[in-house]
T-cell receptor
Framework: GQNIDQPTEMTATEGAIVQINCTYQ??????LFWYQQHAGEAPTFLSY??LDGLEEKGRFSSFLSRSKGYSYLLLKELQMKDSASYLC??????????WGAGTKLIIKP | DAEITQSPRHKITETGRQVTLACHQT?????MFWYRQDLGHGLRLIHY???????NKGEVSDGYSVSRSNTEDLPLTLESAASSQTSVYFC?????????????FGPGTRLTVL
């Protein structure tokens, strides 16, 4: 079957660094997305990885290891506005997105 | 600015009624998608369309239908609403220029079926 695993909830401190992990098992693999979703709002695109390695975009970075079926999202210099859910989605062999349930990130002052 | 809108934003209906949720995008995107989001689950694909007159079933299509008569709109119809269809519904669109297009989401519709 197809499965995406992410932690349900994480807590971090303002100004710190946090890493949100995602493991995937999908029939085929054509890339992985990370989205941010604030409570009551729509998901918004953060990053896309298809090759192994780290992609950096300002305070946010995303890493992919295809051989391990593993990705992480790294958030640096955390701000209160980063409190949100972070959704991992893998693209399967039919080019459909398979979504994880999301990780709720709580930032404390 | 181009955008994707959904209406209504909130809807309460009764079991057995037909309900239609609207989705309209001005991105001129070929691809459009309908998802539902429930606590403890990831987004689950209901139906999708890769262009006018094209519709396809997703993972959880039972009880739902869509039609695509133009590029901008993909309405989602619940033929006979059930309490199990209480959920938040998101419409999304993508350009359709490649198989790994980024999807852009509408603001969502919160549907309650009593």
């Amino acid at each position: 079957g197809q499965n995406i695993d992410q932690p349900t909830e994480m807590t971090a401190t303002e100004g710190a660094i946090v890493q949100i992990n995602c493991t995937y098992q999908t029939s085929g693999f054509n890339g992985l997305f990370w989205y941010q979703q604030h409570a009551g709002e729509a998901p918004t695109f953060l990053s896309y990885n298809v090759l192994d390695g780290l992609e950096e975009k300002g305070r946010f970075s995303s890493f992919l290891s295809r051989s391990k079926g593993y990705s992480y999202l790294l958030l640096k210099e955390l701000q209160m506005k980063d409190s949100a859910s972070y959704l991992c989605a893998s693209i399967d062999s039919n080019y459909q997105l398979i979504w994880g349930a999301g990780t709720k990130l709580i930032i404390k002052p | 600015d181009a955008e994707i809108t959904q209406s209504p934003r909130h809807k309460i209906t009764e079991t057995g009624r037909q309900v239609t949720l609207a989705c309209h995008q001005t991105w001129n995107h070929n691809n459009m998608f309908w998802y539902r989001q429930d606590l403890g689950h990831g987004l689950r694909l209901i139906h999708y369309s890769y262009g006018v007159q094209d519709t396809n079933k997703g993972e959880v299509s039972d009880g739902y239908s869509v039609s695509r008569s133009n590029t901008e709109d993909l309405p989602l119809t619940l033929e006979s609403a059930a309490s199990s269809q209480t959920s938040v519904y998101f419409c999304a669109s993508s350009e359709g220029s490649g198989d790994t297009d980024t999807q852009y989401f509408g603001p969502g519709t919160r549907l309650t079926v009593l």
